[in-house]
Nanobody, 126 residues
């Protein structure tokens, strides 16, 4: 079993930066890809970014709305994935979730992820 815990959310102003963390525990040896999603009130869950590291090849994927502003990184020793969010906009306001992929590869579909954290709130004021 894998447990995921997000942290780092908060209230910031437009143009500011935040770094979210997702710490994995438990059977971390079964994790080869992780993703970040977000969900704003009244909206569907949206893909943000994902990373895979199977066979020592690291691959990153980003949603169109965050490309060039958000960056994923990973600390394998700490079993932690980070989401660096720069140039934040009010439309980035949402609950951000990290998730473990069912497979070795990244995916933009939430159904391809089988373990989710509890989420962390990010609010961006204009």
């Amino acid at each position: 079993q894998v447990l995921l815990e997000e942290s780092g959310g908060g209230l910031v102003q437009a143009g500011d930066s935040l770094r979210l963390s997702c710490a994995a525990s438990g059977r971390t040896d079964t994790i080869y890809a992780m993703g970040w999603f977000r969900q704003a009130p009244g909206k569907e869950r949206e893909f943000v970014a994902a990373v895979s590291w199977r066979r020592h090849i690291t691959y990153y994927d980003y949603g169109d709305s965050v490309k060039g502003r958000f960056t994923l990184s990973r600390d394998s020793a700490q079993n932690t994935v980070y989401l660096q969010m720069n140039s934040l906009r009010p439309e980035d306001t949402a609950v951000y979730y990290c998730a473990k992929s069912r497979t070795d590869w990244t995916s933009q579909a939430s159904d391809d992820y089988d373990t989710w954290g509890q989420g962390t709130q990010v609010s961006v004021s204009s």
